[in-house]
C-alpha cells in the first residue's frame, strides 16, 4: 500500500452477515438475545450485483436493533452459498464475530443455555487480575443457528465504554464491537489506520487458561488492538493469534452468498473521494464502481465493498 492521506471513518453503521433462513435468523435474534427487529426488505437488480460482485442477485435483509446499535441479516433467495464449516478455529484468518454486552452473565448465559445453543467456550469466563488491562471482564463464546461465531460481554465498573454502566433495564444491552482475526497487526493497521483513518485504542495480549477456555484454541497468545471510528460503540478489534500459528486463510472464492461473508458497513464523507484512495492504494474490491443504492430503506445512499488484508468485507458507505 502506498503512503497516502487517510480518510475519517464517521461511524459503523451496522454489522452484518449472510444467513440460510432469515426468519429462523430473526426469531434466534430477537426471542434469544433481545434483539428488536426495526426493518425488512427485498431488493433486486443490476446496482445490486454491482455493489455484491454477483449475478442476478435477490435479496431479503433484515435490520435489527440492539441498544443503539444495528445489525444486519441478509438471506440470498437466488440461491444460497457454502455453509460454515464445522470444524473452524477462532485463529482462522477468516474468523469474524460481534460481541454483545450484557447487564448480569448469569442471568444471559442461563437464557443462552435455555435455547440449546451450541457452545465454543466450556462456560462464562472471567479475566484474571494479572491482565490488568482487562480484569474482571466476563466473556463466553456461542453459535447461531448458522454457526456465526457470537461473543457476550460483561465489564465490570471500571472497563468498558461509559455507556455499557448506564442503568437499563435490559439483560442484553447492545454491541461493543465486531471482532476479526488478522494475520499480521501491523499490516491490518495500515488498512484501517493509515488509508481508514481509525483511532488505535485498547492494545494487549490474552494468553493462559482462560483465554483457551473461552476460545477452545490450545495455549492461546492473542494480541488485541481496537480500532475505533469518530463515534463509538461499535468499533472493530483485531485478534492476531500469535499462538497457535497457521490459521486458515479465506477461501479465495469466497462470495458474499456463503454463509461465512460478513460484512462491515463504514460511514464516511465521500465514498467516491475514498474508493480513489484505495483504489490508488491497491485494495482489493469485491464491488465494480461506487454503486447508487436504489432503495434507502438500507440507510444509505452510496456505496462500495472491499476486501482488508484478510479478505473481512468493509462496506464503505454515504448517507
Known sequence: ??????????????????????????????HVLGFRQIAETEVAGAAYDRLNGTSACKMRIAHLKLGEQ?????????????????????NDHWFQHIAIVVGDMEQAYERVCCHDVRQISLEPQTIPDWNVAAAGIKAVKFLDPDNHPLEMLWFPPDKGNACWHQPTDRLFVGIDHTAITVSDTEQSLKFYRDLLGLKVG???????????????????????????????????????????GGGSPLPPDSSVVDLWHWQTSLVVDDVVAVTDTLRASGVRFISLEVVTVPDLELGFSLATMVRDPDGHAMRLVQQ
Open 70 to 90: 444495528i445489525f444486519e441479516l441478509t438471506e440470498h433467495c437466488s440461491g444460497q452459498g457454502r455453509p460454515i464449516p464445522r470444524h473452524w478455529r477462532a
Open 1 to 30: 500500500m502506498i503512503a497516502t492521506t487517510a480518510a475519517q471513518v464517521q461511524r459503523i453503521a451496522m454489522i452484518g452477515f449472510t444467513v440460510s433462513d432469515l426468519k429462523r435468523s430473526v426469531a434466534f435474534y430477537e
Open 202 to 244: 485498547f492494545q494487549g495480549v490474552n494468553s493462559g487458561i482462560t483465554q483457551e477456555r473461552l476460545d477452545g484454541v490450545a495455549e492461546p497468545q492473542v494480541r488485541i488492538t481496537t480500532l475505533l471510528p469518530e463515534i463509538s460503540p461499535p468499533a472493530i478489534e483485531f485478534l492476531h493469534y500469535e499462538k497457535p
